[in-house]
């Protein structure tokens, strides 16, 4: 599986319709990052353009099971979320900049920083990645 | 601030015109029950009808926000949201059932269960949620 | 590995000789009680006797590791832990109870309670344990 | 309250005498490290000399605290804590450094990161911190 592959896997998701992510750069050693462009139906408050915590746990999501996924070259799929939010974004585009602390053989553990174009963090997340090889033994 | 205030509340996000969720019981002491109707749009994998972990962390941030709100009757912004994949739900309709644990002056705690309608969990979720009164002093 | 097996286990750390923990319940199916009898060295206030949020922790990460270990057979060791910690504990007796909420094949998830003898919840923890078999395949 | 008056606060607390730390750096931007030299008294394994679990998080307990502290110049209580084991460290000294991420007022947010002097990284840890002055208004 190559960084085409996943990045092809990202890309036929339903929910990634909605969620209308672009990813910048992803390395083989589980570094990479994606921007989410603004978009009014991710609010909570239309008004003050602040997104919805959901959206910015489901960037956290993409990213930290990306970020593992890109080392082992197989999809990892998410054992839990954490997300701590700082301050809350208004009206901006969004970065994730993820990256995998580490990669054992059937658990993996990425960092992701939610900032803006300017480098302003709104959240912080982590993650915990079932890295075990989906394919079969032998 | 009544409960009906908190539904209306809920309503008017924009994200929640994508993420149709019915709240079906709501009670003044922090417990509720809020049901999300199966929808393609919500998949990651269209095939297998497998939800995007997004999907069911932004159901956990609603329900886990709503129990505190409804103790304080004010707004109780997410602090930190914490998500247990345990296995996929595949094409069935979700529910959540939030529980506030704890609710302060300041900091509030919340518990989620993701389930299906025959009980089966699918998710574990607790967060923080910031429980001090928005309304000025004095 | 016994019940028995697993308490010898547990008896036999180092750091176990200072927490002095009494294994209470332990059921094959993942659910325990564990009794941390009350001592002054676990206190952060000595005259108020409020335990130090890393006693509780080392609780919570015994009790949740030993819920999946029990289940599986063999040692299960700890990949994140997380503590909420609701109200501060002063001068008594803890009990954890922990329950295996999944063991799987490479993760397994565990609920730990920390309350007193009348039920009194002072601390909510969750973890998960690598459920990887140890030993050498074949 | 002034750093000393924080050191002598860590100083004082019961468990500390068993839990030997040295407080290294402490800035008032909430950065500091400190030092655990290896005891054999916190070992979960004697013979291989790996650290119990418990003893990391309380490591991370203090030094996650103690950044929010020293921003705010009064004791944070822990509200959460969180700890991801990467690797386990064998009978060598363990520092932690801990970042204050974000101090409100009612809630703080700090990094804690366990490394041996060569810089290997073998825990991460964050927590949450109830921030709100405990000394009374007016």
Redesign the interface.
């Given at each position: 599986m190559t960084i085409d592959d996943l990045k092809a896997l990202i890309a036929?998701?339903?929910?990634h319709?909605?969620?209308k992510m672009d990813v910048l750069d992803l390395e083989a050693d589980g570094k990479l990052s994606i921007k989410l462009p603004f978009d009014?139906?991710?609010?909570?408050?239309?008004k003050a353009g602040a997104y919805?915590?959901?959206?910015i746990?489901?960037?956290v999501?993409?990213a930290g099971?990306m970020a593992c996924s890109v080392v082992k070259g197989y999809p990892t799929?998410?054992?839990?979320?954490?997300?701590?939010?700082?301050?809350?974004p208004a009206r901006c585009d969004l970065y994730a900049d993820a990256e995998a602390?580490?990669v054992g053989?059937?658990?993996g553990?990425a960092?992701v920083t939610i900032r803006d174009e300017n480098g302003t963090?709104y959240a912080?997340g982590?993650g915990?990645f079932?890295t075990?090889d989906p394919r079969p033994v032998g």
């Open positions: 036929q998701a339903e929910f319709k909605f969620l009014e139906s991710y609010t909570i408050f239309r919805h915590g959901g959206i746990a489901s960037l999501d993409v099971a799929p998410t054992a839990n979320l954490r997300i701590d939010y700082l301050k809350s602390r580490r053989r059937g658990i553990v960092d963090v912080l982590r915990t079932n075990a």
